[in-house]
């Protein structure tokens, strides 16, 4: 039987010593990995590009257009980045509006060099 993987919270940003700063501990080291991992998909990154540059909240069909992809499929993606706590979403009345959450993105670039940003 496979291994199940731990569930850990990532609705806040990544909160550890940096990488490069000392060898990171178990827990540390699976925190930022799952959080890379939700980065880890072309789709993703491409939505979260568009998020950071819309300016606005953006619906799940304005994204979808924008990457030709179902809903659906949009809206799955957008669940990964959301439990990885890159993206806050919230319902107006049918749809969904997603918004960047920029200080989960930089939390991550600090933990990976603390001197990038």
């Known amino acids: 039987m496979p291994k199940a993987l731990p569930v850990i919270d990532m609705t806040d940003p990544v909160c550890c010593a940096?990488?490069?700063a000392s060898?990171?501990?178990?827990?540390?080291?699976?925190?930022?990995?799952?959080?890379?991992?939700?980065?880890?998909d072309p789709v993703r990154v491409k939505l979260l590009?568009?998020?950071?540059?819309?300016?606005e909240p953006c619906t799940t069909g304005s994204l979808a257009a924008a990457v030709d992809l179902t809903e659906s499929t949009v809206s799955h993606h957008l669940s990964q980045l959301r439990t990885a706590g890159f993206i806050s979403s919230q319902r107006h009345g049918m749809s969904m509006h997603h918004s960047p959450r920029r200080e989960s993105l930089a939390a991550l670039c600090k933990v990976l060099d603390p001197n990038c940003c």
């Not at 590009?49 to 300016?55: Q, V």
């Open 18 to 20: 940096p990488v490069a």
């Open 23 to 40: 060898p990171a501990d178990d827990a540390a080291a699976l925190d930022v990995a799952l959080r890379l991992k939700a980065l880890a």
């Open 49 to 55: 590009s568009l998020l950071f540059t819309c300016g």
